[in-house]
């Protein structure tokens, strides 16, 4: 669906089912240089499962339209103004990576409108790695490449997709290659720049979700334990044998246990 | 400046896609010799159905051997994801079937296989499809045939039989200038010659009966997705950008982005048209590729052998090898097939007393070790006289238009010691003449 925010079109895919803001609403945000068909069948599960999903298209990323917004503060506030333009009262947050630290973000901001917060490969701090950070800023494909490789377990590496006869590596690199100019290395500076998260998570009042991959090399297990311990009402599920990338190379363990955790904050 | 570091084409063409079987620790890939999959509850077999969850229902559609193979050929591809097919003609079928309806337009490569030009020139006009065939040493024919309802270009990657090169970055580019994928048919290079997305192309196929496969044992084709292709971009593809009321409403690039194409064409044309590769066919492939770059690097040996051969015997009035001095697209060749340009050679033989058929008939009789037959890309050296077998259907005039003269003989080199392959063909070739 399409959200008019002050002129700017708000690109946010549904997952097959009309948005009701009388159901439980559920926000899924994506990570640097990727789209909401990141999210691919966990939009559609969801959206069939009692919640309005809305997977959006942060600005100057897929079907929206602007530029790319400068640092994770500023998302966070823009995604409130998406949020108030549909009406909804209550969210559940669930951001992956850059994603999961604009969901801090805004559950800080305004945590009495959180009803959970999910954060998927998740650390204290989103450190990029220079040579990273430099070939994303100068649009340079080999970005793409370097995300891919670490964004992926080892085991991932061989293939193993859920979906039958894809394979994860070409569909990262194709994700990331789809983006405009610019986007990828905006987003990558906006996560390296951004250190509030422990001030972040001291603001949290809802149930949280940290959701690990134990061979995570992008946001490493160890570095989400000071994160971690300074949620309140915090609950911790790890994935063996996986990356960064656990909504790709996990598809249904993820969809289980979010929707498990999604059950016991509701009831 | 540190670098990523991906599984080199060999290891993927070992591992990829399958890990040990975690029951029983399997270290071959297991034949998933079923039909279905028990579903542990109603409202999972429902979220598989409407696509919500990832897995296995039916094996028309998905199998988990299947599901390997596709997933390494995607892998050595450098795609987003391949269906596995009930042959290589199934695979061009379902491309086509998904890519167009009524009203559509083809541009394609006259010099392909017999088949796929029959499937273009006389089997989809039935349909309402229409095709232009073009000569593929000529790009600019490209640009000329397209019209507005032009949604496919198509060649193949070395051409059958006249061995012409795709000028693949070119051709991609003026399919691109007009909001269109280039589809290629790489049965005749494998990933292992040329990756053909590195250069441009969109959608791949392969017949995998041939080399991939490698033994002539079993029939089998793939269809690759590059995931490059902006479908959206093009506003030409109702079927990748506009509601399907076959899955509710579902709107394929909205909902899969890059994997667009191949999810489309697994949801709809595996389980509407239904033509699937079985779980038995798909691990006699997969053994293929287990061993495809040492094959294929003998299989390059061999015919550059075997044309350097023929280049000198004095019954042969031509040669036509990618690789050879002279022929109109070597450098090319040198250019997109920097390990070689594949396993076939034609030539053409001097007519004897009976004129060119019989020559031809008498050469390929004597043969003794090379086999008669209507396949390639076998471990075994084949030889066949494609003017009265595989483009039979060809009148006179597409036969000139494909390059396939009466005096022509195909040979697919195989894997056997150059020596024999050498002697054989020296002794049917004397024995032709007399």
């Known amino acids: ?267 | 400046m540190v670098e990523a570091k991906f599984l080199k084409f060999d290891t993927l063409s070992l591992h990829a896609g399958q890990h040990p079987d975690p029951i029983h620790g399997a270290r071959a890939t297991p034949i998933y010799q079923t039909t279905s999959y028990v579903f542990p509850d109603v409202d999972h077999a429902a979220s598989l159905f409407n696509l919500e969850r990832a897995g296995h229902i039916y094996s028309r559609i998905s199998n988990p051997t299947v599901a390997v193979f596709e997933e390494r050929m995607a892998a050595l591809e450098g795609g987003v994801g391949a269906i596995g097919t009930a042959s290589g003609q199934a695979s061009l079928m379902l491309a086509v079937l998904t890519l167009m309806d009524t009203g559509g337009h083809i541009v394609a490569s006259r010099n392909i296989y017999g088949g796929s030009h029959n499937l273009f020139l006389h089997t989809l006009p039935r349909f309402g499809i229409q095709t232009t065939l073009v000569d593929p040493r000529n790009p600019d024919e490209f640009r000329k045939s397209i019209l507005p309802e032009t949604r496919l270009l198509f060649a193949e990657t070395i051409g059958n039989p006249g061995l012409e090169i795709l000028d693949i970055p070119l051709v991609a580019d003026i399919a691109h200038e007009s909001g269109i994928p280039l589809m290629v048919d790489s049965t005749f290079t494998t990933p292992y010659l040329m990756q053909p997305f590195k250069h441009g192309a969109d959608i791949i196929m392969h017949s995998a009966t041939k080399w991939i496969g490698g033994h002539g044992i079993a029939i089998g084709g793939v269809l690759i997705d590059s995931g490059n292709f902006d479908w959206e971009k093009s506003g030409k593809f109702p079927t990748m950008t506009e509601p399907y009321l076959g899955y509710h409403g579902l709107d394929f690039v909205e909902e899969f982005g890059p994997s667009a194409f191949v999810m489309r064409a697994r949801a709809e044309g595996m389980r509407d048209f239904g033509a699937c590769l079985s779980p038995q066919n798909a691990f006699y492939l997969i053994q293929g590729l287990e061993t495809l770059s040492i094959r294929m690097k003998r299989h390059v040996e061999n015919a550059r052998a075997i044309a350097e051969f023929l280049i000198e015997a004095p019954e042969v009035s031509w040669v036509r090898y990618p690789d050879l001095e002279g022929h109109p697209d070597k450098d090319l060749a040198k250019k997109l097939l920097p390990n070689g340009s594949g396993s076939i050679v034609t030539f053409g033989i001097k007519s004897g007393g009976g004129g060119a058929r019989k020559t031809g008939a008498i050469f390929i009789e004597s043969l003794e070790i090379f086999s008669h037959l209507a396949n390639v890309g076998d471990a075994k050296s084949l030889v066949i006289h494609p003017a009265s077998t595989t483009h039979q259907q060809m009148d006179a005039e597409e036969l000139q238009a494909a390059g396939v003269g009466e005096e022509m003989i195909r040979v697919s080199v195989g894997l056997e010691d150059t020596a024999d392959l050498v002697s054989d063909l020296r002794q049917a070739l004397r024995l032709s003449q007399k």
């Open chain 1, 1 to 267: 669906m399409d959200i008019d925010l002050n002129g700017s079109k708000v690109f946010a895919h549904t997952g097959g089912q009309n948005f009701d803001p009388s159901l439980p609403v559920m926000i899924l945000i994506h990570g640097a240089g990727n789209n909401h068909t990141f999210w691919g069948m966990q939009t559609r599960y969801f959206a069939h499962h009692g919640y309005s999903v809305l997977a959006l298209d942060l600005p100057g990323h897929g079907q929206s339209n602007g530029q790319p917004l400068q640092n994770i503060s500023e998302i966070a506030s823009w995604l409130w103004k998406v949020i108030e333009c549909l009406r909804a009262s209550q969210v559940n947050l669930v951001g992956h990576s850059m994603g999961s630290l604009i969901a801090l973000e805004a559950a800080a901001m305004h945590p009495e409108k959180v009803e959970s917060l999910i954060l998927v490969g998740v650390a204290e701090r989103v450190a990029v790695h220079k040579d990273l950070l430099r070939a994303a800023l100068d649009d340079d494909p080999s970005a793409y490449d370097m995300i891919t490789d670490w964004g992926f377990g080892k085991w991932s590496h061989l293939g193993g997709h859920q979906v039958p006869g894809l394979w994860m590596q070409g569909g990262s690199r194709a994700l990331l290659a789809s983006g405009s100019p610019g986007v990828l290395g905006c987003d990558l500076v906006a996560c390296n720049e951004y250190t509030q998260t422990i001030e972040a998570a001291k603001n949290i009042t809802c149930p949280s979700l940290i959701l690990i991959g134990s061979k995570d090399r992008m946001t490493p297990p160890a570095m989400a334990e000071n994160l971690i311990k300074n949620l309140v009402n915090v609950e911790i599920q790890t994935i063996e044998s996986t990356g960064h990338m656990i909504i790709v190379e996990r598809i249904n363990e993820t969809i289980d246990i979010i929707a498990d955790f999604l059950i016991r904050v509701a009831t």
